[in-house]
């Protein structure tokens, strides 16, 4: 099993930056990747970002240029840097990490990100 906590959610003003953190436990063994997903209410749970241990990263294009996502594999931790943040960025986050085969696949309990005047 793998735990996933997930911090750095807020309310930033647009154009700032939030830095989101993902913390895994557990059997990180079995980790290949891990991502940011987001989900609006009544829509699904789509990819902003993710990361193999290899460190190929791929992103959402509406977020090319503006985040960046990146590993710690030291502390078993995923981060997304969210820059020139824009209200339409506003969602629940949600951390996910994967197997290679995607056999087995965990969540984060979400973040709430809110960009606004």
């Known amino acids: 099993q793998v735990q996933l906590v997930e911090s750095g959610g807020g309310l930033v003003q647009p154009g700032g930056s939030l830095r989101l953190s993902c913390a895994a436990s557990?059997?990180?063994?079995?980790?290949?990747?891990m991502g940011w997903y987001r989900q609006a209410p009544g829509k699904q749970r789509e990819l902003v970002a993710a990361?193999?241990?290899?460190?190929?990263?791929n992103y959402a294009d509406s977020v090319k240029g503006r985040f960046t996502i990146s590993r710690d594999n030291a502390k078993n931790t995923v981060y997304l840097q969210m820059n020139s943040l824009k209200p339409e960025n506003t969602d629940v986050y949600y951390c996910?990490?994967?197997?290679?085969?995607?056999?087995?696949?965990?969540w984060g309990q979400g973040t709430q990100v809110t960009v606004s005047s």
């Open positions: 996910n990490a994967r197997d290679l085969g995607a056999t087995m696949i965990f």
């Open positions: 557990g059997s990180i063994f079995s980790i290949y990747a």
């Open positions: 990361i193999t241990n290899g460190g190929r990263a």
